[in-house]
C-alpha cells in the first residue's frame, strides 16, 4: 500500500506486549480494511434499496438477518480470543462475503436492469472480490436457493 493511501495500522495499538506482534499487526490491518469495507458496503446498501421501493426505503425498515453459512455473529468476547482462534473467525467471516455479494449482483441484474450504475457498482465488487466470471454457466449458489424459494 502506498503512503498516499494511508495507513491501516492502528497508531495506538501496542503490538510489543504480544507474543505474536506479527499476527497481532495482521489482526489490526485486517479490522482497519473491515472499517473501509463497511462503509463502502453502507453507500452501497442505501444505493441499493433506493432501487427497491417500499417497504425497504421506508425509514425503520429492518428486513430479516439472513443465514450466511460461516459468518457468526459478533461477540464481545472476540478480542480477548487467542490470536489464532480471532484469525480463524475472521478469515471465515471474510470468505463468506464474497459469494453473497456475487448473488446479490446477479440477482439485481434480473430485478432491475436499468439501475445501470448500482450494477456496475456491484459488479466492480464482485470483480474486486475475485469472483467475477465471464458469462459461465455454473451451479446455483446457496443464497440464490434462501431468495428464489417460492
Keep these: 500500500m502506498s503512503r498516499r493511501e494511508g495507513?491501516?495500522?492502528?497508531?495506538q495499538a501496542d503490538s510489543s506486549?504480544?507474543?505474536?506482534?506479527?499476527?497481532e499487526a495482521k489482526i489490526q490491518q485486517t479490522h482497519s480494511l473491515a472499517r473501509l469495507l463497511t462503509k463502502y458496503a453502507e453507500q452501497l446498501l442505501q444505493e441499493?434499496?433506493?432501487?427497491?421501493?417500499?417497504?425497504f426505503g421506508l425509514?425503520?425498515?429492518?428486513?430479516?438477518?439472513?443465514?450466511?453459512?460461516?459468518?457468526?455473529d459478533p461477540a464481545p468476547g472476540h478480542a480477548g480470543l487467542p490470536v489464532p482462534e480471532r484469525l480463524r473467525?475472521?478469515?471465515?467471516?471474510?470468505?463468506?462475503?464474497?459469494p453473497l455479494l456475487d448473488v446479490v449482483r446477479r440477482l439485481q441484474g434480473e430485478l432491475n436492469?436499468?439501475?445501470?450504475?448500482?450494477?456496475?457498482r456491484l459488479e466492480?465488487?464482485?470483480?474486486?472480490?475475485?469472483?467475477?466470471?465471464q458469462k459461465k454457466k455454473k451451479t446455483p449458489h446457496p443464497f440464490e436457493e434462501f431468495y428464489l424459494r417460492e
Design 7 to 11: 495507513s491501516l495500522e492502528d497508531p
Design 17 to 23: 506486549a504480544s507474543p505474536l506482534p506479527h499476527l
Design 48 to 55: 441499493y434499496v433506493q432501487h427497491q421501493g417500499d417497504p
Design 59 to 72: 425509514p425503520g425498515f429492518s428486513p430479516p438477518r439472513l443465514p450466511v453459512a460461516d459468518l457468526s
Design 89 to 98: 473467525l475472521d478469515a471465515a467471516a471474510l470468505a463468506a462475503l464474497p
Design 113 to 120: 436492469p436499468r439501475a445501470l450504475r448500482l450494477l456496475r
Design 124 to 133: 466492480d465488487a464482485a470483480r474486486q472480490s475475485g469472483l467475477w466470471r
